[in-house]
RNA sequence: GUGGGAUUAGCUCAGUUGGUUAGAGCACUGGUUUGUGGUGCCGGGGGUCACGGGUUCGAGCCCCGCAUCCCACCCCA
């Protein structure tokens, strides 16, 4: 027998209608939102993910399904979706055009991880992107709208909030943190010791309890912002006040990716195991640049959808459509007839075999049908389908041409 | 990539110090004496015990390997 891949999964039948339930209410959301549905390729060229998502960060150092293709291309299986919207973006000459762009899109990403709950190598996520806002209104207009998605699933959160600075503070900042790395580095992690090379700001993102009992003396980047990003996130607080969207200010919450600048977010759930990020983004102003586009404000976020389908609630599904059965044999090429003709206008279930009343209201009970339809010797004679209402348990008899 | 646990019917799981033909519930299927379901009763099908080796007279059970899932690390959505 040949098995899936390990970490890839195959999604049918109830886990599917989950992920449909997912997927429009989530479309319906954004489209409220004023955001249109773009769709990218899997495969993108490697050095994209270089680019935006960043050589230092794990995705790309070591997690990217990478290869050489017959053309000799260095590609790769997309471990994100935002650099594909913002190739996408450049590409369009959107960038030039100037204005507003709003997107929102799903699908597969590949992450080459060691499998856990909530952590497939194949998974799906929901995002959506910004571009040509600025204004802080917009950070906040994401978070209501991840914010609203979640509160139409049903799904409870914690949100997290951070700010990561912009160029004006954060080169500034990050001297002062290796300054304070400095101070202990013989006492911290070796992951650590690498990250203030790579990417000192991660450091703080540490799990090691050692690591974080030393930068708890570490200088924030939240106590360390410039006077614009300083404003900036008192003005975000103000407005999640305002909306009665509750955070907590996480100082340590630093995005895995390296693109991200000013405000930061996670939407966490205490219910699905260690995976708990169920929602992540941010402002991520500067990256239109570095893809070769004109200087580009935009902010977006990401959700992971087999993260959230877990903690779906469902709305109860009720009785849908007829079942349509025959008592004698007679009587099944009426039912098939009945049936196609039905199905102009609804859901219809034909059973094939001749059975007696009690196994047909059985089998449309099992099916889940509204009503249950059966022919017998009387209706044949009359011309007529007897009709059971299963959810009022009323009963009527209509002559076949009027059903 | 590191460490730990698990794997027996479609699903959830029992299975004694190694000993005849591997069980249950649910699900599926048929009947219930001739037209009333979801909720009665009786029956039936379905298992190379994940896979590959080894020990033994004999392995679901012990040993080794391997795959997958789960947990923690890590990472992130």
Not at 214 to 226: F, V
Not at 239 to 244: A, E, F, K, Q, S
Request: aromatic share 10%; proline share 2%; with cysteine.
């Amino acid at each position: 027998m040949i098995n899936s891949l390990r970490g890839m999964n195959d999604i049918l039948a109830e886990d599917y209608e989950r992920f449909t339930y997912f997927i429009s209410t989530a479309t319906e959301i954004a489209k409220k939102y004023g955001f249109h549905f773009v769709q990218t390729p899997l495969l993108e060229e490697t050095a994209l993910f270089k680019r935006s998502v960043g050589e230092s960060s794990d995705i790309v150092g070591k997690e990217m399904y990478q290869f050489i293709d017959k053309g000799e291309n260095d590609v790769c299986l997309r471990p994100e979706g935002t650099a594909g919207v913002v190739r996408a973006f450049v590409q369009k000459k959107l960038d030039k055009a100037g204005g507003i762009h709003r997107f929102y899109y799903h699908g597969a990403m590949f992450r080459y991880e060691r499998p856990q709950k909530g952590r497939l190598r194949q998974f799906h996520q929901f995002g959506v992107e910004s571009f040509g806002v600025d204004s802080v209104y917009e950070d906040a207009n994401m978070i209501m709208m991840a914010s609203d998605i979640l509160a139409a699933l049903g799904i409870g959160y914690r949100l997290q909030l951070n700010s990561l600075g912009d160029q004006n503070c954060m080169p500034a900042y990050r001297d002062k943190l290796v300054k304070f790395i400095e101070s202990c580095e013989d006492a911290i992690c070796e992951d650590c010791q690498r990250r203030k090379l790579t990417n000192p700001i991660r450091v703080l993102d540490c799990k090691n309890e050692k690591c974080q009992s030393l930068y708890l003396n570490a200088p924030k980047l939240l106590y360390n912002l410039c006077e614009a990003c300083q404003s900036d996130f008192d003005k975000l607080k103000t407005i999640l006040d305002n909306n009665n969207i509750k955070y907590e200010i996480d100082t340590n919450l630093v995005r895995g990716l390296d693109y991200y600048s000013k405000t930061a977010f996670e939407f966490v759930s205490d219910n699905i195991g260690s995976q708990s990020a169920i929602t992540g983004g941010g402002r991520y102003d500067r990256l239109v640049e570095f893809l070769d586009g004109k200087a580009t404000p935009a902010v977006g976020f990401a959700m992971g959808i087999e993260r959230l389908l877990e903690l779906i609630v469902m709305p109860e599904s009720s009785r849908e459509g007829y079942y349509l059965g025959a008592m004698d044999d007679e009587a099944i090429d009426l039912i098939v007839s009945l049936a196609h003709k039905k199905r102009k206008e609804t859901k219809v279930n034909v059973e094939y075999k001749s059975k007696n009343l009690k196994n047909h209201l059985k089998g449309a009970d099992k099916v889940n049908a509204r009503f249950c339809c059966v022919i017998g010797e009387n209706e044949r004679n009359d011309g007529t389908i007897w009709i059971k209402d299963l959810e009022n348990k009323t009963e009527t008899t209509v002559k076949m041409e009027l059903f």
